[in-house]
């Protein structure tokens, strides 16, 4: 009987524990979002809202998430988007971040695979950006590595896109 229990239980949570990542769809999908349905999206794959800057032009919201692999290190990830109103004008920037380059891979890969092409790339030593378009969409990559005061090198991933 526990044996049942403990297999449903990783039945269900195992598909949970996958969907803490988020797809370039999923980001795209956002874009058109109201704040509201981002929110309970987020939360709902485990994102907690670390921060909200709401004033009379703009809205600043940032969302993280803390995933511990059994024999992995910790994956951090965390989105970030601003909503701009400026003179009837309306404008919104997603940024997603990783620390996970299996899951940097998978995401360049949806690059490829849909058509995106590189067509800027700027190295500032530390960072390197490359923007991708594919005709209708633009989506930056930024690739960010930190030397920490103990000497070791951590490397972020970014991906920013926007309306």
């Known amino acids: 009987m526990h044996k049942l229990v403990l297999v449903l239980a990783l039945l269900i949570a195992g598909p949970c524990v996958m969907a803490?990542?988020?797809?370039?769809?999923?980001?795209t999908n956002m874009l058109e979002w109201e704040h509201f349905r981002v929110d309970t999206v987020l939360r709902a794959k485990g994102y907690r809202q670390?921060?909200?800057?709401?004033?009379s032009s703009s809205q600043l919201y940032q969302y993280a998430h803390f995933e511990k692999k059994e024999e992995d290190a910790a994956v951090i990830r965390s989105v970030m988007y601003m909503d701009v109103q400026v003179n009837g004008m309306?404008?919104?920037?997603?940024?997603?971040?990783?620390y996970d380059k299996e899951e940097y891979r998978e995401l360049s890969g949806y690059l490829m695979m849909h058509d995106y092409r590189a067509v800027n790339t700027v190295d500032y030593g530390e960072e390197k950006q490359v923007l991708y378009a594919n005709g209708k969409k633009e989506i930056r990559v930024k690739v960010i590595r930190s030397?920490?005061?103990?000497?070791?090198i951590i490397t972020a991933y970014e991906f920013e896109l926007g309306r």
Do not use: A, I
Not at 20 to 27: A, F, I, P, R
């Open 20 to 27: 803490q990542k988020l797809t370039l769809t999923d980001l």
């Open 50 to 55: 670390m921060q909200k800057d709401v004033d």
């Open 90 to 98: 309306e404008s919104r920037l997603f940024t997603y971040r990783t």
């Open 147 to 152: 030397k920490l005061k103990n000497g070791r």
